[in-house]
Every structure is written in structure tokens, then in C-alpha cells.
């Protein structure tokens, strides 16, 4: 095969994923509109476009006794609060497991950390269902973000590990030689050389504990029930509030979309280098 058609071999398999990709993502995502948009009482007519568009579902989360701004802010608070916690727990700690490699007992803790990452939250909750009971935060945002930790915290480890094994521990041993403690080594040489990995890990976390649903439902009732949850419950035992639930889900993208726009720059840089 000659090169010209390797090319275009090529050029056509990028373009088939392409197209798949988008389809993928966007037949879905036009489904979610649509029916969005369908007024009270029609039924969903899958791929073909509505012949009427009516707001009422937007205007009954957005407006009604019950809509989503209380849940809104409680999953914004403390997804924000648990990606802190685990960022201020976390970066550190991947730093020490990232230097210290070589060594059986970091490599057992970081395998650790690992497993707890792969363990499935729902053997967790009645665990921490009792925890959070004992200290009196069931339903409040602190239990929620205490709770959140498990999924949150070795995701923040495992991720920016990764970013600190990439810099040279001669960086280190530069900065020792000149009389930085290890906290300033950390502090104002391996964190300003990851920013874009902080920012990654920083999105990548409060996406997991935005979309996070067991932990929310288990233990919140109301003042702290999160926006998951709240969309959960448009399922009843009698009804299924469509229309409803998919206005809620949109709405709920929004803050996701804003904080990719945001950090998008760094997502592309770490892409363009290759970093996991």
C-alpha cells in the first residue's frame, strides 16, 4: 500500500470515529432536549423533531414549590468543599508517594489507595451511614463532604501522581542543595510546575463528587440533599415526570459546562502532552 493511500486510509478512519464519536454524544444529548421541550402530556416520538415546544417543564424546576436551587447550591457547596479537602489532603500526599517509589512501604500505601479508589461506594454507605449517624451530621452538607472523601480523596492521590513523577527529582535535589525543606520543595517548586495536572485533578474530583448519587440519597433527607438525588425523585411509585427530570438534568449541566470552560486551556495542555 502506497503512502498516499495510507494517508487517506487513515484520514478516513479518523473521520468514521469522528462521526461516531459525535453521534455517540449527540444523539442522547438531542434526546434530552427534545423531550425537554415537549409540552405536558405528549408522548416522546424518539429522533423526530417536536412539532410543538413548550417551557412548562423548565418553568415548574426552575419556579415551582419544589425546584432545584436549593439542590443546586447544596451540590455546587459541597462538591466545591470536598474538592478542597481533597486537594489540601491529597497533593501532598501524592507528592510524598511519588518520591518516596522506591520504597516497599510507599508502594504498598499507594496500592491502597488504589483498591480503596476501585471499591464500589455502595459497600460504603452503611459504614459511614453509622459514622456520620454517631457525629450527628446526617443530612448537613460537613457529613455529606466527610462522606465524599472516600471516592474523592484516592481519585486526588492516584491522578496527581501522576503529574509529580513526571518532574525530575533532580529538581529536588537542586532545591535541597540550597537549603529548601521539603515543604518548600513542595510548595514552590513541584506545585507551580503541575498547575495544569492541579487543574485537571481539581475538575476530575469535583465532577465525582457533583454526579455522586448513593452517598447524596443515604445520607440526606433535605437540607443537604443534592441535585442527583433531587432528580431521582421525579421517579415516583405512581408517575415518571420526564419532561421534569430532563429539565432538571440540563439545568444541573451548567455549572459542569462553566467549570470546563474555565479550565479547558489546562485540559488541552495535559492532552497535547501526553499526561495521564
Given amino acids: 500500500m502506497s503512502a498516499m493511500a495510507r494517508h487517506r486510509l487513515g484520514s478516513l478512519v479518523k473521520g468514521l470515529g469522528i462521526v461516531f464519536v459525535l453521534l455517540w454524544v449527540g ?32 418553568q415548574r424546576v426552575l419556579t415551582g414549590v419544589q425546584s432545584l436551587w436549593l ?12 474538592t478542597a479537602t481533597a486537594l489540601v489532603l491529597g497533593l501532598p500526599c501524592a507528592y510524598g508517594l511519588s518520591r518516596l517509589q522506591r ?14 479508589r476501585m471499591l464500589p461506594p455502595i459497600t460504603l454507605v452503611i459504614p459511614y451511614f453509622v459514622l456520620i449517624g454517631k457525629l450527628r451530621l446526617l443530612d448537613t452538607k460537613l457529613g455529606l463532604v466527610y462522606a465524599l472523601l472516600a471516592p474523592t480523596l484516592p481519585l486526588a492521590i492516584w491522578t496527581s501522581k501522576t503529574f509529580f513523577d513526571a518532574i525530575p527529582v533532580t529538581l529536588d535535589e537542586a532545591a535541597r542543595i540550597d537549603g529548601a525543606s521539603a515543604w518548600m520543595i513542595f510548595t514552590r517548586v513541584a506545585l507551580p510546575l503541575i498547575g495544569s495536572g492541579v487543574a485537571v485533578t481539581a475538575i476530575l474530583t469535583f465532577l465525582t463528587a457533583y454526579i455522586d448519587y448513593i452517598f447524596a440519597v443515604t445520607l440526606t433527607n433535605h437540607q443537604a440533599l443534592t441535585l442527583p438525588a433531587y432528580i431521582a425523585g421525579f421517579k415516583t411509585e405512581y408517575r415518571f415526570y420526564v419532561g421534569d427530570m430532563l429539565a432538571a438534568t ?27
Fill in 250 to 276: 440540563l439545568v444541573g449541566t451548567l455549572p459542569m459546562v462553566g467549570l470546563f470552560l474555565i479550565v479547558q486551556r489546562h485540559m488541552r495542555r495535559v492532552v497535547l502532552a501526553g499526561v495521564h
Fill in 71 to 82: 439542590y443546586l447550591e447544596n451540590s455546587v457547596v459541597v462538591s466545591l468543599l470536598a
Fill in 27 to 58: 444523539i442522547p444529548f438531542y434526546t434530552l432536549v427534545a423531550v425537554s421541550l415537549l409540552p405536558e402530556g405528549a408522548p416522546a416520538l424518539g429522533l423526530e423533531l417536536p412539532t410543538q415546544v413548550s417551557w412548562v417543564h423548565y
Fill in 103 to 116: 520504597y516497599a512501604a510507599a508502594r504498598t500505601l499507594y496500592l491502597a489507595v488504589f483498591v480503596l
